[in-house]
């Protein structure tokens, strides 16, 4: 059994606002460099670890981690809407596994995703991909969330987990650096808000409304035209070194409260990297293959994009 991780930040701006210079050239011959990696891995399981916007998993049930043994897209950022090619037996048995290591983790036999699984997902395998995958929901949005030591314990059962599956496991996590996206808050939401919080369906056309606004905020931002927490890349430094280092136990210093006021509202989708590499460190040292960032001022948010594998196993 071997065990990879790879690890991407996601944007909706990406491909929708041109982050200037040849950075998006840069970003894309990096995920080009993953891409190759992956295809020269060739693993048997693909574990996807992402977030979710209010697009998929609402209020009306926010569990801090949950594995879908079936799932469907839906469809925001031009990723894919519909049933996904999920590997339901492996997802069941990774649910049970885990269950069974004492830590905590829904099951969800129609997980909604959005394109915080699929994005990078789609980067690698492309769109309208077939390979079959085990999508698991991060909450980094839905207030309160977990303390990120509980983070990385779910991280090192999910790498026991894979273990025991006996297979070459890919470990996919999607999300961050430092972002500072306005993510409504249930406390000072607005009634209608908090419905939409809740439970929300949304058309096709209501969607392509929302991102068209969301791509035209963005677009002022980057001409300077409106201002948000700027990206903090002192602070994605700093995260990308313990990830670097190999010892994830540093991470049960770092607050929630630390991460919002350093990294910004969207930076606990690092919640997704802590728990792939506290994966891999189980199966002893690693090392980086991919190692690139770019703090991208006119997206307003630090991209990173790496991959590491195990000592030994390449």
Known sequence: MTLAV???????????????????????T??????????????????????????????EMMPPFCVGAQANGVGDWGTAAGPL?????????????????GIDIARSERLQVDHG?????????????????VPVFVNSVGLPLTPMNRVRLFGEALGRAARKLDKKVLILASGGLSHNPPIPVWGSAPDEVKERLVHSEMTPEQRAVRESTMIENIRKFAEGKATTQPLNAAWDTKILDAFRGGDLSVVDSWTNEWFGREGGSGAHEVRTWIAAFSALATQGSYSFVVDRYWPVETWGAGFGVVAAITDGAA
Do not use: K
Request: no cysteine; net charge negative; glycine share 10%.
């Open 6 to 28: 790879a690890a991407m930040s996601h944007a909706p701006s990406f491909g929708n606002v041109d982050p200037g210079g040849g950075i998006f050239a840069e970003i894309n």
């Open 85 to 101: 090619p999920v590997d339901g037996e492996t997802a069941r048995e990774l649910h049970r596994i885990i269950l069974e290591d």
């Open 117 to 133: 699984v699929l994005q990078p997902l789609e980067f690698i395998y492309g769109h309208g991909f077939t390979h079959p995958f």
């Open 30 to 59: 990096a995920i080009d460099e993953v891409r190759t990696f992956v295809e020269d891995y060739a693993p048997d399981v693909t574990i996807a670890l992402g977030p979710d916007h209010f697009n998929g998993v609402m209020y």
